[in-house]
C-alpha cells in the first residue's frame, strides 16, 4: 500500500499545472473492490466507485450514472452523455500499417488525434505502468471535451480517454484522471516485497518480487538478485530459475561518448547481449528518462538458450541497464508483467 501510495502521489506532482485547476482536488474515490480486469489489453483498471460500465463497438464505457453509459454506447451521436464517461480501447498495431511496421509513440499519437478528428489544446507525457503515454487534451467533433491517454502494450495501440461536456469540467477532473490512471496495474504480475534493488549513483530504489534472494557478496548484494537462492554462484547453464543484475555505471566509464543517445545505447547494449537485431524494443519511462525494453532468446554459452530481458536508460551521465535472465523464452514472456510492476516501483532517491 505504502508502494501504491507513492507511485499515486509521484504521478500527481507531474501533472502540468496549465492544464488543471489551481485547487486540485479529487473529485471521485477508487475502492479495491472497483475494477475491471481487461485481460486481451493486459491491466487492471480501477473506476470511481459506484459508476456503472459495459462494452460496445468501441471497447469499455464507465459512467456515473446508466442514462450516461447507455448514451455512450448505442452508438447514435443524437444521443450524447450528460456527465463525465471514462472509455477504453484498444487497437491491433496490426492494423494500423499505414503507419510503417513499428510506429512511435508520437507517430500513434497523431493518428489518434486525426482519426478521432480530435481539435487538440494540449499534449503531454506521463507514464502509465511505467510505459511511455501520452495524453491529449481537446475537443471531438461533437463538442465533447476531453483527455485521452495512450500507450502501446500487448500489440495493442490503447486509449483511455475521459469525455465530459465542456473543457471546464475535464480541466477540472484532469487531476482525479491523474490519479485513476496511476492507479492502472499490469494483469499476472508477481506480488513484489518490501526489499529493494538500490543504487547510489543514479539514486533510485526498486521492489523485487516477494521470496527472491540477493546476492550474498556485499559488493553485488543491492544489484543482483535470484529468484531461486540455490542459484546463487551458479554457471548460468546450471540456473533454473531468473535472475536479475543492474549495470550502473558512468558513459564514459562503459566508453561512451557524454552526447549518447538512449536508442544508441540500446542497440550497443542489444547486440553485446546476442538479442536478435529484428528484436524492436518497447518504449518505457525510468526515473522520467526514455527507457527501451528488449526481449528475446540467447545462448547460454552451452548450447542451450535462455530468456531476456533487457532494459536500457541514461540518466544523467550514466547508463543504467537492467539484465533479467530466465530459463527460457517462455518464462521470461510471462515474467514480463512483473517486470512492468518492478519499474513501476522505482524510486527516486535523489535529493533537491
Not at 477508487?30 to 473506476?47: A, E, M, Q
Not at 502509465?128 to 467533433?141: K, L, Q
Not at 553485488?220 to 543484475?245: C, H, M, P, R, W
Request: aromatic fraction near 8%.
Amino acid at each position: 500500500m505504502r508502494r501504491f501510495i507513492a507511485i499515486v502521489f509521484a504521478t500527481l506532482c507531474l501533472l502540468p499545472a496549465a492544464v488543471f485547476a489551481q485547487d486540485s482536488k479529487l473529485i471521485w474515490d477508487l475502492d479495491k473492490n472497483s475494477y475491471l480486469d481487461v485481460t486481451d489489453l493486459g491491466f487492471r483498471f480501477y473506476y470511481p466507485s459506484g459508476w456503472v460500465y459495459g462494452t460496445g463497438d468501441n471497447g469499455i464505457a464507465i459512467a456515473k450514472t446508466q442514462a450516461d453509459l447507455d448514451a455512450q454506447l448505442d452508438g447514435d451521436n443524437n444521443t450524447l452523455p450528460e456527465g463525465e464517461v471514462i472509455s477504453i480501447l484498444g487497437i491491433p498495431m496490426t492494423a494500423l500499417t499505414d503507419l510503417g511496421d513499428h510506429p512511435t509513440m508520437d507517430q500513434l499519437a497523431d493518428f489518434a488525434v486525426k482519426s478521432g478528428k480530435i481539435t487538440e489544446t494540449d499534449r503531454f507525457e506521463l507514464p502509465v505502468m511505467a510505459r511511455r503515454s501520452i495524453w491529449v487534451v481537446g475537443e471531438n467533433s461533437l463538442g465533447r471535451s476531453g483527455i485521452g491517454t495512450l500507450w502501446q502494450q500487448n500489440g495493442y495501440l490503447i486509449s483511455a480517454s475521459l469525455g465530459g461536456p465542456d473543457a471546464k469540467t475535464i480541466k477540472n477532473s484532469i487531476y482525479t484522471w491523474g490519479y485513476t490512471l496511476a492507479s492502472v496495474i499490469p494483469l499476472n504480475a508477481e506480488d513484489l516485497g518490501t526489499d529493494k534493488l538500490s543504487s547510489d549513483l543514479s539514486q533510485f530504489t526498486m521492489n523485487y518480487p516477494d521470496g527472491w534472494t540477493p546476492d550474498p557478496d556485499p559488493g553485488q548484494s543491492d544489484t543482483i538478485v535470484y529468484e531461486l537462492a540455490d542459484d546463487i554462484n551458479q554457471e548460468l547453464a546450471k540456473v533454473d530459475g531468473i535472475f536479475l543484475s543492474v549495470i550502473d555505471s558512468s558513459l564514459k566509464d562503459l566508453s561512451f561518448p557524454a552526447d549518447t543517445k538512449v536508442e544508441d545505447l540500446a542497440k550497443a547494449m542489444n547486440t553485446s547481449f546476442g538479442l536478435d537485431k529484428t528484436v524492436v524494443p518497447e518504449e518505457f519511462v525510468f526515473l522520467d528518462q526514455p527507457a527501451l525494453v528488449a526481449s528475446g532468446e540467447i545462448d547460454d554459452g552451452s548450447g542451450g538458450k535462455r530468456g531476456l530481458i533487457l532494459t536500457t536508460a541514461i540518466v544523467g551521465k550514466n547508463a543504467v541497464v537492467f539484465v533479467l535472465i530466465a530459463p527460457t523464452a517462455k518464462r521470461a514472456t510471462e515474467f514480463l508483467p512483473t517486470w512492468a510492476a518492478m519499474l513501476q516501483s522505482v524510486i527516486s532517491t535523489a535529493t533537491t
